[in-house]
């Protein structure tokens, strides 16, 4: 697949200055380890299994493969899409909210990715690994500006969890109707959506976005996950049918794999104004006449089961997903992207210690070895080759850590 599109101005380099932590951060971050902490720990008090702190419930765990485009300008060739290649993925569809709902009380809606066998100058702490993560909902910007203001959003979320469904029914019916009277005025509210006003849509149709900046090279960037191929098309607000189905999106998902391949562009739109892009608000949605998305690479995930036991035990349960698993080049930037860091290796910490199930980044060789033999097969079975093969990239200790 080759880049066939034109970066329409020119992006605005990163300097260190440009972001501007606030003073009380350090204790802003205390606060949110504190209350996703204590989510975590009155989920497993009722369950008697540890989840995570925020998208708690997933609704399919996928293997894949990412390519990158051909040809792609400097600009654009940085970091994991500096150069023309295929890449292993894992993939995990959730729910935002840190408690196991029925999927009537609808929620926004989260993919996070993890890239296998990726070479590169790390982060510190990070040196041993080779996965870069992303981690995506489905709005292109975050439901609070800075990690101070997302701190008093959650402690009010975290009253109502563990609450009895039919209050949250109730909540998610009013927030529902609420949510279609703002959107039919053009607008839209992040609190009201993740209260319960997600339209109760098929998840698989959805675009997925970083909502937060991060490097891209010597640029900033957000990235967007963008449903190409008919079948995820033709779900784009599609209703699904949820009342008496607890678990209607997973359901649909794996119904979906069961019988259809699926195709994704990942597009990246780089920063070219300051003032209209800022870095530390994580609200502001960056104008796409500004600077639209480009795609630059193609994801890609063959027909399987989206739910089967080694996929869970390996992905959901054994794998944590974080902005700060990456390449030095795509360091996350700003207020909401520092605070992920600290606060989802708590989250981890929690799930292993609880769960006595160790987390870690794929390393060993054996579950490379097994994706490997199934995968190109299942891909081109799938996706019959319009292109010449991209270069493989050789990947080193690849597996469950």
């Known amino acids: 697949m080759t880049y066939d599109a034109a970066v329409s101005s020119d992006p605005i380099r990163f300097a260190p200055g440009m972001e501007r932590p606030e003073p009380n951060e350090a204790q802003t971050i205390d606060g949110l380890i504190e209350t996703l902490t204590g989510i975590a720990k009155t989920t497993f008090e009722h369950s008697g299994h540890a989840t995570r702190g925020v998208h708690a419930k997933s609704h399919g765990v996928l293997t894949g493969e990412l390519q990158v485009l051909d040809g ?3 600009t654009l060739a940085q970091g994991l899409f500096a150069h023309h290649a295929r890449y292993p993925v894992m993939m995990r569809l959730s729910t935002i909210p840190g408690d196991i709902l029925d999927d009537w009380v609808s929620t926004p809606r989260g993919l996070a990715i993890k890239v296998l066998g990726v070479d590169g100058p790390r982060l510190a702490g990070s040196e041993q690994d080779n996965t870069q993560d992303f981690v ?8 609070a500006p800075n990690a101070q203001k997302f701190l008093g959003s959650l402690q009010m979320v975290a009253k109502t969890t563990d609450r009895l469904d039919a209050v949250k029914h109730a909540v998610s019916a009013v927030a529902s109707v609420t949510e279609q009277v703002l959107e039919a005025f053009g607008t839209k509210s992040p609190t009201v959506v993740t209260l319960g006003g997600q339209p109760r849509t ?11 900046p991060m490097l891209y090279g010597p640029y900033i960037a957000k990235l967007a996950v963008v449903p190409v191929s008919p079948q995820l098309v033709a779900l784009s607000g599609a209703a699904l049918d949820m009342p008496g189905h607890p678990d209607a999106l997973r359901d649909a998902v794996v ?36 600077s639209p998305y480009i795609t630059v690479a193609r994801l890609t995930a063959p027909m399987q089961d989206a739910w089967e036991k080694p996929k869970i035990e390996a992905i959901d349960e054994g794998m944590s997903f974080s902005p700060w698993h990456c390449l030095a080049a795509h360091r996350p930037l700003g207020s909401i992207m520092r605070a992920r860091n600290s606060t989802y290796q708590s989250s981890a910490r929690f799930r292993a210690t609880r769960n006595g199930c160790p987390i870690g980044e794929p390393r060993h060789a054996s579950l490379r070895q097994q994706q ?11 996706f ?17 850590g």
């Not at 909902?137 to 975050?142: G, R, V």
């Not at 998840?203 to 997925?208: D, K």
């Not at 699926?262 to 502001?284: F, N, Y």
């Not at 019959?384 to 469950?400: C, R």
Request: aromatic share 8%; proline share 9%; with cysteine.
């Open 72 to 74: 792609l300008p400097p």
């Open 136 to 143: 995506l909902a489905n709005a292109p910007a975050f439901s």
């Open 202 to 212: 098929h998840i698989l149709g959805e675009t997925f976005y970083s909502q937060a």
């Open 255 to 290: 119904d979906y794999f069961r019988h259809h391949a699926a195709e994704w562009e990942i597009r990246i739109q780089l920063c070219t104004d300051l003032d209209t892009m800022p870095i530390e608000d994580a609200s502001v949605v960056w104008s796409e006449e500004q």
């Open 372 to 382: 490997e033999e199934t995968l190109d097969t299942a891909l081109a079975e799938s």
């Open 384 to 400: 019959p080759a319009s292109d010449p093969p991209a270069t493989s990239v050789p990947h080193k200790n690849v597996g469950i």
